[in-house]
């Protein structure tokens, strides 16, 4: 054989190496009931940590759902992993997340956590109130029997050094996973920490930019009475962050922003009754500086594309100023007409009102989003236009359109 060719031949064997390592590397993959592994990708537009079952796409373009009787593990690019287990008395198999492996392997299946070492599974019970003993239930009000089952497994040689620690381990993924870990180190063993990668939680700058159409809304209905606001859409500006990619709550995020919007306008009041006419004009400089809190939730997620809906609430400090104010009086009976230079119209300058929102967003890369939200916040009260003798009180709806980057 040819030099050329003893070349060629290695190059082609790296190159397939290369090709198998990056495969498995980049893909999910399946391990199923006779024992074949298959790289490809599991179907998930969240990444859950609670499978029932498993939609797969193998390399070769087939797809094909597996329930938990038909594998016996897959994992994730991310590093997720799970194993079919038996974990309760029902006899079924389901799918239980590996947190931690090695001596002492963590799982978490359900709302409860494992131990599984050797040949014995032990459950970790987060409190009980009774347990049974036979055929009796005896009252133990037991609220961390978990913390019992840590120091069993604990050998004599480590019981010293991580007592303290077990009475300070919560019920908590994080916790139980740190005590894990410290076990397998005191011990002297191997582990891995499969969730190590996956952040608990996520922050990412936001800048939006937008427009609020207000609707004016009078809280009583007087005969003869007419008022008018001027300006009815505002421009407005926000920036915040955006709190999101919960490992344990995947559709669920959060955003805190800072706001700031003018709201100039002049308003127009009248008042007409079979004695006299009441009217008045007034040109008023308005700001607002707002904050608004949410907590929102995914209702679906197709690939790049996300519609979330959100709850939440804005608190809002309003600076008003009068620059321009008349008024005037006309008695019917006499034509009389008398004109005042004096405000008469007043903003709430604080308070916090409930607010709702829709949106979608789109991934358009790695690092960056982009997204359209429609937010709704109602304020009852907000003005008060007062003629002589005669208040009216209106509440305002906020429409507030917005584009805007999440970094």
């Not at 994992?75 to 029902?90: A, E, T, V």
């Not at 939680?201 to 937008?210: C, D, E, K, T």
């Not at 009078?218 to 505002?234: C, H, P, S, T, Y």
């Amino acid at each position: 054989m040819s030099k050329l060719s003893v070349i060629g031949s290695l190059l082609f064997g790296i190159l397939l190496w290369s090709n198998s390592i990056s495969a498995q590397a980049l893909h999910d993959y399946i391990l199923t009931a006779s024992g074949d592994k298959l790289y490809g990708e599991v179907d998930r537009n969240y990444d859950f940590n609670r499978y029932q079952s498993v939609k797969f796409k193998s390399m070769d373009g087939a797809t094909r759902n597996f329930s938990a009787s038909e594998l016996k593990e897959f994992k994730l690019s991310n590093g997720r992993y799970f194993r079919s287990m038996q974990i309760g008395q029902s006899g079924v198999k389901e799918f239980v997340q590996v947190l931690v492996s090695g001596k002492f392997t963590l799982l978490a299946g359900g709302k409860k956590y494992f131990v599984d070492h050797g040949d014995s599974l032990y459950m970790l019970e987060a409190k009980y109130i009774s347990k049974e003993f036979g055929d009796k239930k005896i009252n133990v009000h037991d609220k961390r029997p978990y913390q019992g089952v840590l120091i069993k497994l604990m050998p004599e040689a480590c019981k010293l050094k991580l007592n303290a620690l077990v009475n300070r381990t919560n019920y908590d993924e994080e916790q139980l996973i740190h005590f894990i870990r410290e076990l397998h180190l005191c011990e002297g063993e191997l582990y891995e920490i499969h969730v190590e990668k996956i952040p608990i939680i996520r922050f990412s700058p936001v800048v939006m930019a937008g427009a609020s159409a207000a609707k004016f809304q009078q809280k009583i209905v007087i005969q003869g009475r007419a008022d008018v606001f001027e300006n009815q859409l505002f421009p407005a500006i926000q920036g915040g962050v955006s709190v999101h990619g919960l490992r344990k709550l995947p559709r669920f995020s959060a955003d805190i922003r800072f706001g700031y919007s003018v709201q100039d306008n002049t308003i127009h009041a009248s008042h007409v009754s079979t004695l006299e006419i009441n009217s008045g004009k007034e040109k008023i400089k308005s700001s607002t500086f707002f904050v608004p809190i949410f907590v929102n939730y995914s209702v679906f997620r197709r690939g790049n594309l996300d519609f979330h809906l959100g709850v939440g609430v804005t608190f809002r400090h309003n600076s008003t100023t009068s620059e321009f104010a008349i008024m005037d009086n006309t008695v019917l009976r006499n034509e009389v007409t008398i004109l005042t230079e004096k405000t008469f119209v007043t903003r709430q300058s604080s308070r916090a009102n409930p607010a709702f929102k829709i949106g979608t967003s789109l991934k358009l890369n790695k690092k960056l989003s982009g997204f359209v939200e429609l937010q709704f916040d109602q304020m009852k009260n907000e003005y008060s236009v007062m003629l002589p003798k005669q208040e009216m009180l209106y509440s305002q709806l906020f429409s507030t359109l917005s584009l805007g980057l999440k970094f």
